[in-house]
């Protein structure tokens, strides 16, 4: 018994309520897989403008990064502005990080990281008058640059990966 033979012995009422049913069924699922794909692409909008915002506010420390080095140095002086400035972009950078890491919890151990290497870098600096004292200067430093590096890399995955695009959040 094929299917054919069985849609011509059904009746015609069967057949107009399960075409009807079909075709509701379809319109439904058609408008959901739309109305999900094009949410799917705004989160991902909204995601790669998070991620820019977090890496140019990460960019903007690099400007006071130099002058403190010059002040370890001995190169350069660095006024009061210049380290309220400073500590000013780094709690501007770990508010971005913080969204960052809201959108993608895959980043909570790479956020944690990248947040103690800024609050060191922060603490670092209260102490920081010129080329004695800088040691702490160039440790928190460093532990910066690698949290950084590994925090932008974790990002960069967590944007590219493929089941990511695919979750509600």
Do not use: C, H
């Amino acid at each position: 018994m094929s299917i054919s033979s069985l849609i011509e012995k059904a009746p015609k009422w069967v057949i107009a309520i399960v075409s009807s049913v079909a075709t509701t069924g379809a319109g439904i699922v058609t408008w959901f897989w739309t109305d999900y794909g094009t949410f799917r692409s705004a989160q991902n909008e909204i995601n790669k403008t998070a991620a820019e915002q977090s890496i140019a506010a990460d960019a903007s420390l690099d400007q006071y990064i130099v002058k403190f080095k010059n002040l370890v140095i001995g190169k350069s002086e660095v006024t009061d502005k210049d380290r309220d400035e400073f500590s000013d972009a780094i709690r501007a950078a770990q508010a971005k990080a913080f969204e960052l890491k809201n959108r993608y919890p895959s980043l909570v151990s790479y956020y944690d990281a990248y947040t103690n290497s800024l609050v060191g870098l922060k603490q670092s600096l209260n102490n920081l008058t010129g080329p004695l004292d800088g040691k702490k200067y160039v440790m928190a430093l460093s532990r910066y640059f690698v949290a950084q590096q590994a925090w932008r890399e974790e990002v960069s995955r967590a944007q590219s990966s493929y089941w990511r695009t695919f979750a509600f959040r």
